[in-house]
């Protein structure tokens, strides 16, 4: 079953923790992206990787990290520095010659 | 930087009627513009695109224009239905698919049958 898949669907998380946020894929595709989805504000984009072992910031990259070790796997860490991390994450792939992104399922992050 | 802007931020029309939703961008390189559609509790998906080579694209009951010189661009859905109530989300990028994708604030369609 080929696709983007997101885990685990609903995370909690203890103010001042770190959570991770995984995102794989099996398509093959080169480019991964997170975003971060707030009602009102559509999809914000946080940090993108167009490359094995490259990354770059997007639009709210603060208190966010990644790693892009493996051309699959493209997890977002939400640190104890991002001061509102409860969202809605939603992570998006590109690749193959197409231009159309697919996205995973999402993550539901809430802070108790 | 880049910034894409989308209106209306909530849309409500009657069955049968046409509904317009506009976005305008900032990047003048950008060359790339797809619309997606999240029904609610579902991922982003695909409805339409265009490039900037193009000015109008159709697909049965959706359409979409760009203008390139006031860089704006819509989508156009005739004949509204039911189920095509969702949040719509316009993107621009430069055309790569390992390019950065920049999306508008989102539309929230309602339907009334």
């Known amino acids: 079953d080929g696709g983007i898949t997101q885990s685990p669907k609903y995370l909690f998380r203890k103010e001042g923790q770190n959570v991770t946020l995984s995102c794989e894929q099996n398509l093959n595709h080169d480019a991964m992206y997170w975003y971060r989805q707030d009602p009102g504000q559509g999809l914000r984009l946080i940090y993108y990787s167009q490359i094995v072992n490259d990354f770059q910031k997007g639009d709210i990259a603060e208190g966010y990290s990644v790693s892009r070790e493996k051309k699959e796997s493209f997890p977002l860490t939400v640190t104890s520095a991002q001061k509102n991390p409860t969202a809605f994450y939603l992570c998006?792939?590109?690749?193959?010659?197409?231009?159309?992104?697919?996205f995973g399922q999402g993550t539901r992050l809430t802070v108790v | 930087g880049e910034n894409v802007e989308q209106h209306p931020s909530t849309l409500s029309v009657q069955e049968g009627d046409s509904a317009v939703i506009k976005c305008t961008y900032s990047?003048?390189?950008?060359?790339?513009f797809p619309w997606y559609k999240q029904e609610l509790g579902k991922r982003p998906q695909l409805i339409i695109d265009i490039r900037s080579n193009v000015g109008e694209k159709k697909d049965q009951r959706i359409a979409v224009t760009l203008n390139k010189t006031a860089k704006h661009f819509s989508l156009h859905i005739t004949e509204t239905q039911p189920e095509d109530s969702a949040v719509y989300f316009c993107?621009?990028?430069?055309?790569?698919?390992?390019?950065?994708?920049?999306f508008g604030q989102g539309t929230t369609l309602q339907v009334k049958p």
């Open positions: 990047d003048s390189a950008s060359n790339y």
């Open positions: 998006a792939s590109m690749g193959g010659g197409l231009l159309e992104a697919f």
């Open positions: 993107a621009a990028s430069y055309s790569s698919n390992t390019g950065k994708l920049i």
